[in-house]
């Protein structure tokens, strides 16, 4: 668990290291991020960069050595990131085209979600799942950069691709499903969502959820959830329902 010492005031350049082992005093070996340092940041020896390991822990590092040879840096302090939110979020979103699923990773990324499932519906489009998971290496790197540009201190998980059913038998917590019939003002969002730490959040596809689906999913617990009277695109729907249920459980309002 790490400690706050003072803080979180380091570089503005942020990069999750995952593999590393930062210990404040100690060299560290920047060489998985040297190119960025070099040729895309143009950074120079002296500048400050921040790592992050994962854990909601930061260190602020000054770059000792930055050429074609090596990369390194020495970790200047360790602090505990703020902005992680408490609340433990789950994205149960069902396969989109390219681009729309990619943006449903960035922006439930920068808004908080602690972890995302593929799911594959009677209307998903994208399938099977031996397919998907040809794409994780992108949708990795687009959770890490959302995650660094928004300042968060760990790294959402995506998880593999689930089927509609056995979906439905893991979601924890709270468990809300975003659906365009429920209605208007209706009981998914339940005063529970204000103090609940664990919450998951299904939702649909393009062509939306089925009547079958919908019915399945109720009758494992599933609560529906209106998101007005206007039918929303599948993910703005998500982002949309992210950002609802992260707001009443506290997690968008000022910091301390």
């Not at 396969?95 to 920068?110: A, I």
Request: proline share 7%.
């Amino acid at each position: 668990m790490p400690t706050e010492e003072g803080s979180e005031d380091g570089g503005k350049n942020r990069f999750f290291l995952t593999d590393v082992n930062a210990v404040p005093g100690r060299q560290v070996d920047l060489a998985p991020i040297s190119h960025q340092l070099r040729s895309v940041l143009r950074l120079e020896p002296g500048s400050v960069i921040t790592l992050l390991d994962g854990s909601g822990a930061a260190y602020p590092t000054r770059i000792d050595s930055l050429n074609a040879a090596e990369a390194t840096g020495r970790v200047l302090a360790m602090q505990l990131v703020r902005s992680e939110p408490d609340l433990q979020l789950t994205l149960y979103q069902c396969v989109l085209k390219r681009e729309r699923f990619e943006w449903v990773l960035q922006k439930g990324t920068e808004l908080g979600v602690s972890r995302f499932v593929p799911v594959i519906s009677s209307r998903t489009v994208v399938r099977p799942a031996a397919r998907l998971l040809s794409k994780y290496e992108r949708w990795n790197a687009i959770v890490r950069e959302a995650a660094e540009q928004s300042r968060r201190g760990r790294l959402p998980a995506i998880e593999d691709p689930l089927p509609w059913r056995e979906a439905l038998e893991q979601g924890a917590g709270l468990r809300l499903m975003a659906w365009e019939e429920a209605r208007a003002g209706g009981s998914g969002l339940l005063p529970e969502a204000a103090g609940a730490r664990c919450i998951s959040l299904l939702v649909g596809p393009e062509g939306g959820i089925s009547l079958e689906e919908a019915a399945a999913a109720t009758g494992r617990g599933w609560l529906p959830l209106s998101l007005g009277p206007r039918v929303l695109r599948a993910e703005t729907a998500a982002v949309a329902a992210a950002a609802v249920v992260l707001h009443t459980a506290g997690e968008l309002g000022c910091p301390p």
